[in-house]
């Protein structure tokens, strides 16, 4: 694997993880489970995993069956329909 290919990945899904309800519900359980910060840890590190695994079977797949440039600006699309739909909740 290429060392930009791997930064580019790593960088943009870290980013995009920072300050979501994923990681906020993490912080809850850690609040809660003190005493359980390994197994908070490992728990939220795995399903993270696992919902990783998926976006990559369900990405290659349909990278089989539609041209991954059309994907992108679905993506893109889906981003700032979120966006809007954000703001506009406002």
């Given amino acids: 694997m290429e060392l930009k290919s791997f930064l580019v990945i790593f960088?943009?899904?870290f980013l995009a993880e920072l300050g979501d309800k994923?990681?906020?519900a993490t912080v809850?359980?850690?609040s809660k489970e003190p005493s359980s910060l390994l197994l908070v840890f490992v728990?939220?590190?795995l399903a993270l995993i696992l919902s990783s695994g998926i976006a990559v079977g369900?990405?290659?797949t349909l990278s089989n069956y539609v041209d991954p440039r059309i994907l992108s600006y679905v993506a893109g699309v889906g981003f700032v329909a979120i966006g809007?739909?954000?703001i506009?909740?406002?």
């Fill in 22 to 24: 994923t990681q906020l």
């Fill in 84 to 86: 809007v739909w954000t």
């Fill in 28 to 30: 809850l359980f850690a």
């Fill in 43 to 45: 728990a939220a590190s």
């Fill in 58 to 60: 369900v990405g290659a």
């Fill in 11 to 13: 960088g943009t899904v």
């Fill in 88 to 90: 506009w909740q406002a």
